[in-house]
């Protein structure tokens, strides 16, 4: 016999369904069903796997409804943990799909890339942050075919930032708050609270906010965009977080782990996590270094030989995210005439 779905009832009309992510440390997303007086809206659907489907159709039958009844999807962003069964629950209901117009821009993006595109992409990247040729080797190597594009359901709607979203009988708002995505959203549900717990109503916080881990910030890739004097990832993360904070949510209903209350208390425990971060990065930068070796010499769960090629690619993007709030923040500087480049520690003096 199957396993029963994974099912939460967190009263006032507001439930999810853990659907899992295969192979994949998280374990699984929780999509959110929002019910309203059409039907239940979803926040987020999960990852594009048979077996995930199979979990948010029974999942949304145990909660007494049918995916068939779906009015509509809000995408808190573009990642396919998140966005990868949206095309498939609009087929199957005709449901709506929403999402912030950054990360629409992304999905476009990706939709209509080239074969080899982000390959050619990814390779100039990493050399110009300085990866040695054993890690860009596998790209150069790559034949067309051997890195497919995911086919990502374009959206209908946009979410505007701040906007009160037109879900009847419910008052849910989207805040925008890039970072981990350009167009990552938070959506809060400004009602009371079911159980009368403290604060002000409920926050679904997608990755943005979450209990145990930080989400990933690198830059935001886009191919079309590269070169210098772009945007700061970190820093509009950071500020997405106090805003999100000032917003006092009773509860958080995050899209991995588990929902939390004490959303300002966590707020101040990654803000000061990644203050002390940029501090050590500042002390390895005495020394000029490229974003590839900052990477290397950068905390990570486990030492960097340790660190699979695939997450090293990841690690590279966090360190320049890290620089590039660094270098606006004026705490370092690229050395001029380095290449690849390299930055230095300013002297605070
Ligand atoms: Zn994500
Ligand atoms: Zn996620």
Known sequence: MPPAPRVYEHGGGVASVAVTIPDNPLGHTLVHVVDTDRGPVLVDTGWDDPGSWAELCEGLTALGTSVR???GVLVTHHHPDHHGLSG????????????HAADIAVVRRTREAEPGAWRGYLEAKLEGAGAPASHTAPLRAARPGDYPLPRPALPDREIGAGELLDLPGRRLRAVWTPGHTPGHV?????EAHPANLPGRGRLF???HLLPGISPHIGLYEDPDDAGPGLGDPLGDYLDS????????AAEVLPAHQHAFTGAGARVAELLAHHEERLTGLLALLETPLTPWQLAERMEWNRPWARIPYGSRTIAVSEAEAHLRHLVKQGRAEPVPG???????ACDPS
């Open 338 to 344: 380095s290449a690849p480049v390299t930055y230095v």
């Open 241 to 248: 977080l106090e805003r999100v904070a000032r917003l006092g």
């Open 88 to 99: 498939r629950v609009r087929e199957a209901s005709g449901a709506w799909i929403a999402m």
């Open 69 to 71: 009844d779906v009015q």
């Open 205 to 207: 916080s997608g990755d």
């Open 186 to 190: 938070c959506l809060h549900l400004e």
